[in-house]
């Protein structure tokens, strides 16, 4: 079975965005982008709430092209044209949508039956509300924080409205060189 990993920055406080979606905090570096890279070279789906959805769609397809694309960029723009993508939307037309399956209806059902699928690894990049919805629906196997220096005081939640207890088991820590900590954990196995 396929594992469904979540993907996501968060302040030393817990937050994924600021109070107006702002997320200029997250420091990046080329270390960090080769780990990225170690990360989608193990996944042939990528999921997404409707608004990171539409974000990525507006930069990646044409990045590329933007003046002195990095190497990272580039790979990241091939990468993101043949992945498969799946995006969480009551409202989104999926009319005219290259490699991009919709789902509204019988959420769990459906991501059940694509973790079911023969291939490698479904991220969710981004995406904190579609996250919330697929932890209390107990589908995330996986999860990628990279937790920032900041203390952002207020904002977007990483949990919300959890559910129930979910025991997990740290698997790896990495400090990057501008500081930012990973922290990889996996649901335990009953």
Do not use: C
Not at 121 to 129: E, T, V, Y
Not at 149 to 155: A, D, Q, R, S, V
């Amino acid at each position: 079975m396929r594992n469904l990993v979540f993907f996501m920055h968060a302040s030393l406080d817990g937050f994924v965005a600021g109070p107006q979606g702002e997320m200029n905090w997250i420091k990046l570096s080329p270390e960090m982008m080769d780990f990225v890279a170690t990360m989608t070279a193990g996944a042939d789906s990528a999921l997404y709430g409707r608004v990171t959805y539409q974000l990525m769609e507006s930069y990646w397809p044409t990045a590329p092209q933007q003046p002195n694309p990095t190497q990272h960029t580039l790979d990241h723009a091939k990468w993101y044209a043949q992945v498969h993508k799946v995006v969480l939307s009551r409202t989104l037309n999926h009319a005219n949508l290259v490699n991009t399956l919709v789902l509204n209806e019988n959420l769990s059902e459906r991501i059940l039956e694509l973790k079911q699928q023969t291939g490698k690894n479904i991220l969710i990049f981004g995406s904190p509300a579609a996250s919330h919805s697929l932890l209390n629906l107990g589908l995330i196997d996986e999860f990628y924080i990279f937790v920032n220096p900041i203390i952002l005081g207020k904002g977007m939640p990483l949990f919300k409205d959890v559910m129930e207890k979910i025991p997990l088991e740290l698997t790896e820590t990495k400090v990057f060189g501008n500081g930012v900590v990973l922290l990889h954990y996996k649901k335990e196995v009953s």
